[in-house]
């Protein structure tokens, strides 16, 4: 069966939060623990953590960057199932993971991203979203 990204997605986040907490936690619980890493203003409430978890929607590649660093989310299993990262090995940084994507596949991701959650604020000249390293 043919999965789409979003339900890839919540089937890599469900995961990465079982290898993480024994079990997957309640929504309202991973959001808090989110918002106490996110090193921005923007935090997530339960609801976004909820349509994530259920393979919804897709959160802001920002926040994607906090679940790979704070779970090992093994982004990467979300284009390649072969990819994933073994069961108790913490999968590489967000960045790394990202820069080997190549840029055509970067760029879709991006726009998917972007679309997904209409991030019409990131044409800001003071915020490049296509910069990964804090």
């Not at 259920?54 to 679940?67: C, E, I, K, N, T």
């Not at 960045?95 to 994507?101: C, H, I, K, N």
Request: glycine letters at 8%; charged letters at 25%.
């Amino acid at each position: 069966m043919f999965l789409g990204i979003e339900e890839r997605f919540g089937q890599e986040l469900r995961a990465a939060l079982a290898r993480s907490y024994g079990r997957v936690p309640s929504a309202a619980y991973v959001a808090n623990q989110f918002n106490q890493r996110v090193t921005s203003s923007n935090g997530v409430s339960g609801e976004s953590v909820r349509r994530w978890i259920r393979g919804v929607s897709l959160p802001r590649y920002d926040h994607l960057a906090v679940l790979t660093d704070w779970l090992g989310l093994d982004f990467q299993g979300v284009f390649d199932k072969e990819s994933r990262s073994k069961a108790g090995r913490k999968a590489p940084s967000f960045a790394t993971r990202f820069s080997a994507l190549g840029p055509e596949l970067q760029e879709r991701l991006l726009a998917l991203a972007e679309a997904s959650v209409g991030l019409c604020y990131l044409d800001s000249p003071t915020r490049d979203h296509r910069s990964f390293s804090r």
